[in-house]
Structures are given as C-alpha cells and as structure tokens.
C-alpha cells in the first residue's frame, strides 16, 4: 500500500502484528495493493500534532498468492460483516436508548445486587 497516502492507517498491536488498511476502504487487497491510479490517493502533507511512538512498524509481510477460490472466500467474509453490521447498531441504538431512559446507573446498581 502507499503509506504516504493521506488515507493509510496502520496500528500495532500488543503482540506484535500489524494492521493495515484504507480508511476509505478502497484497497481490496489491503495490506498489499492500493488500486491502480486510485482516484482518492492524496498524499500526506503532514502529521501535524500527532504522537509518534519509538516502535518501528514491522515490513509489509509478502504478498500472499490470492487464487480465485482465497479471492471468493474474502468477498463472502466481507458480506457476512457487512450483513451483521445494521444489526449490532440497531442493539447498540437501543441500548444507548435504555440507558438514556432508565440511567445507566440502574442497571448497575442491579449487576451489583445479584454480584452479592
């Protein structure tokens, strides 16, 4: 991917593997391949007020060979996600509703009584 693009993430986790994506979700092989002249690259002008940690990002990892069948098996797990995405906003909605209806701190309270 072109890590000086503007829209380039990448987050290191606590055991070591790193993440790294498009926020704009337009690099279907992420982390490996950008799209070919893609029409939001942007390069990054700066990084005014961030924090840069002392870590090194580990190398990109070797683009893996991503046959037809790997290819049909990444586009069905993105549509699962997809599928499942109204659904757990719609319980967090109506949660976030809950709370704001009863206060959160009934339910709390209620946790604390069945924890004695």
């Not at 380039?8 to 982390?31: M, V």
Request: hydrophobic fraction near 30%; charged fraction near 35%; proline fraction near 9%.
């Amino acid at each position: 991917m072109r890590e000086e693009c503007k829209h380039f993430q990448s987050r290191t986790y606590s055991d070591g593997e790193t993440a790294r994506i498009c926020e704009l979700d337009l690099a279907p092989e992420a982390p490996w391949q950008c799209p070919e002249a893609c029409p939001s690259y942007e390069r990054r002008l700066a990084d005014a007020a961030w924090q840069h940690g002392t870590l090194v990002d580990p190398p990109t990892p070797a683009e893996p060979e991503l046959t037809p069948e790997a290819l049909h098996l990444l586009e069905e797990a993105e549509e699962i996600v997809n599928e499942a995405g109204p659904g757990i906003v719609t319980e967090v909605e109506a949660q976030r509703a809950r709370d704001d209806r009863d206060g959160w701190w009934k339910r709390f309270r209620g946790s604390l009584r069945r924890r004695g």
